[in-house]
């Protein structure tokens, strides 16, 4: 296996930002946000509210430094012996031998997002999407994460036709928890995702708050939320 740190993000689009949603920039006339918002999403949509929209900041919790602490280890070990290459140059090697790549950017006007993947295997058969998880349990919110990024991978590919995979590994180990084909009803079911997404963001989509008091008992914005 080549490790391939790519110097390229893929993006030539004209960017601005969203008068009143932070974090949400307009790219080709669409609402366009980060991949990792899908956690908050899934966890309670009131989250983005309070965060982006009325743009409370509050600070990152002892799990949250210490996930940043671990994959930021990984990355600088990564690096020590990674080479240099195109996004175009990695894809085309990994047609004859595997590649591994990490923090690659990718990003999808069509579908009104951008992230950067933890980890992509390329091997002559298929593209393995990784995002790495503290825990072992593939939640909604995190298989929708990591479907959101072989969305904006497969627009960046092209007409390649190998398949794509997207799993979840327990960061720090080998550990691949989940796993799936990303195929056509894959495809589909995400897209509703970000379809509610963008109707949160133009206000046609209301913001549903968890009902489920383990999580607003441990939610950094419960002191600012109106429903706990």
């Known amino acids: 296996m080549e ?7 893929n993006n030539d689009y004209e960017v601005e930002k969203h008068p009143s949603i932070k974090g949400v920039q307009i790219i080709e006339g669409k609402n366009n946000f980060p991949i990792s918002w899908l956690n908050q999403q899934g966890y309670c949509e009131w989250q983005i509210y309070l965060q982006y929209f009325k743009d409370i900041q ?22 020590e012996t990674a080479e240099i290459a195109t996004f175009e140059e990695v894809v085309k090697l990994s047609k004859e031998t595997k590649t ?3 923090e690659v950017f990718v990003i999808s006007a069509e579908n009104g997002i951008r992230g950067f993947i933890d980890e992509i295997q390329m091997t ?15 939640y909604n919110s995190t298989i929708n994460q990591v479907r959101a990024y072989c969305l904006a991978f497969k627009e960046i590919i092209g007409n390649d ?9 327990q960061r720090g180990t080998d550990n691949i928890f989940w796993s799936e084909e990303f195929n056509e009803d894959v495809e589909k079911s995400i897209k509703y ?5 963008d109707g949160l963001f133009n ?14 008992r441990s939610c950094r914005y419960q002191s600012y939320c109106e429903h706990y």
């Open 3 to 9: 490790n391939k740190l790519i110097n390229t993000n």
């Open 58 to 79: 509050v600070g990152p919790t002892s799990a949250m430094k210490k996930g940043t602490k671990v994959h930021n280890e990984l990355e600088d070990k990564f690096k």
């Open 100 to 102: 591994l790549s990490r």
């Open 124 to 138: 002559p058969d298929e593209f393995i999407i990784i995002d790495d998880k503290p825990g072992t349990k593939p």
């Open 161 to 169: 036709k190998r398949k794509i995979k997207g799993a979840l590994r």
């Open 193 to 197: 995702v970000l379809n509610r997404m």
């Open 203 to 216: 206000g046609t989509k209301p913001f549903i708050p968890t009902k489920n008091k383990n999580k607003c």
